[in-house]
């Protein structure tokens, strides 16, 4: 998932956050963080629905090869 990101740079990664923002504004990014992959993946999702129907409708309209 994270490539070659081992556990002590999370750890490493997460004490620097967690220095710069402080213990109170944690809950609210991770909220916003959350908001913000959920919204993403339901414009995927919303993407992907309008080319498979795009392409359904591209298929209907074609005739057959004779």
Known sequence: M???IGWSELILIFF??????????LPEIGKAMGKAIMSFKKGLKEAKKEIDEEIEEDDEGKEPHK
């Open 16 to 25: 620097i956050i967690l220095l710069l923002f402080g213990a109170k504004r």
């Open 2 to 4: 994270f490539g070659n």
